[in-house]
Nanobody, 134 residues
């Protein structure tokens, strides 16, 4: 079983920045065309934040983070980075990295007009890294 390992979480003041990294435990092992970040705050549902289609580099974002967060890839798709700027207290949550092929290898479902940002789109989840914004 290939693991996804998150790092980079921590505490930051509002308006600050953090960079989260997700690495595949077995480099160059296929984990799916879509790698995404989700978050979950205490008492709230898990929320899809951003997804990248590693084949072409296409990205999709939740409305709550668009313009502030950027998802990118490195190391031939074995590493995915979430750069978070202008952080707000409401961004505080456990952040999870996920990977898979939710729509036959694509990260956007043109039938339902939605990006692969639902928790049910993925089965391979990392352990999470905590982000706290005060």
């Amino acid at each position: 079983h290939v693991q996804l390992v998150e790092s980079g979480g921590g505490s930051v003041q509002a308006g600050g920045s953090l960079k989260l990294t997700c690495s595949v435990s077995s480099p160059y092992t296929y984990v799916g065309q879509c790698m995404a970040w989700f978050r979950q705050a205490p008492g709230k549902e898990r929320e899809g934040v951003a997804v990248i289609y590693t084949g072409a580099g296409s990205t999709y974002y939740a409305d709550s983070v668009r313009g502030r967060f950027t998802v990118s890839q490195a190391n031939a798709g074995n590493t995915v980075v979430l750069t978070m700027n202008s952080l707000k207290p409401e961004d505080s949550a456990m952040y999870y990295c996920v990977a898979g092929d939710p729509f036959g290898g694509y990260c956007y479902d043109y039938t339902d007009a939605r990006a692969a940002l639902s928790p049910t789109d993925y089965t391979n989840w990392g352990q999470g890294t905590q982000v706290t914004v005060s």
